[in-house]
């Protein structure tokens, strides 16, 4: 048995020529290999901070939500300066009273420290709407309003007295408000607009006086059948060929003494005819 050793321990060193055994080669290193994720360094654990007391997947209450701001109004120009007339239209609307006949004189602008909407950018103060024909202590008014005043009285007032009782020829007209810096009247509203009288578009006309004739004032006349009733009645309805508002007795209980009759501008030229 000792001859067969060497045999056995050569077969077990390696091969029989006698050649030393090389090592193989390293494997080359692959640059576009991707990193395997044992190279990456360990995630964090978890923190072992005790859980706060509640359900751990209740979601926390969203806070309430802010009203959105409101825009700041921005203030714009006071009414009555909305209202001045540009001078092609005021040189027309004078011509139109010259043309009438009319008595008047510019003043200064209007305005109120009490309120800054109130005032008449260009008005006049008118004496007498038609020569002979008396506005019974003068009126601050826009011009506007003079001229519908002006053709009014022109157009009808003045042949329409002349079918009354005796043919009296009309002299004067008896004024209530003109130009007044307050709220409307009558409307029943908490807090109502601002009166046209408030901006010279309005005129308030309280009797008509005539020359050998006793004043006729405005007042509910109501079947009374009479040429009295007939002309109060064509005054008002005829009024509103001229003027776009025409208030008077039946309107409302602020109404009942007197014609409210103003020049407000409306959507499509519509008119408020009571």
Known sequence: MRRFWPILACLALGPVSGVPAQEAPPAPIRHDAPISSD???????????????????????????????????????????????NDREYAACRLALS???????????????????????????????????????GAEMRCDTARALGFWARD???????????????TGL?????????????????RPKLSEHALGNAVDIAAFLFDGAE?????????????????????????????????GPGSNEAHDDHLHLDVKSRKNGWRLCQ
């Not at 008449?120 to 002979?132: F, K, N, Y």
């Not at 408000?177 to 409307?187: D, E, F, I, V």
């Open 174 to 190: 008896r004024l209530g408000s003109t130009y007044s810096c307050r709220a409307r009247a009558g409307t029943g509203k908490k």
């Open 39 to 85: 190279t990456r360094p360990p995630t964090r654990p978890e923190s072992d901070a005790p859980t706060p007391p509640g359900k751990p997947d209740e979601a926390p209450e969203p806070a309430e939500p802010r009203a959105p701001a409101q825009p700041v109004e921005e203030a714009g120009p006071p009414a009555w300066k909305d209202l001045r007339e």
């Open 215 to 247: 004043p006729l004032p405005v007042q509910p006349r109501e079947d009374s059948g009479d040429r009295f009733e007939a002309f109060q009645r064509s005054a008002r309805a005829t009024a509103c060929l001229y003027f776009t508002t025409v208030l």
């Open 99 to 137: 043309l009438l006949g009319s008595v008047y004189e510019e003043i200064q602008p209007v305005t109120d420290a009490d309120d800054p909407d109130c005032g008449i950018a260009r008005p006049l103060r008118v004496t007498e709407i038609l020569p002979g024909l008396e506005l019974e202590g």
């Open 156 to 170: 009808f007032l003045r042949p329409a007295a002349a079918t009354l009782p005796d043919s009296p020829r009309l």
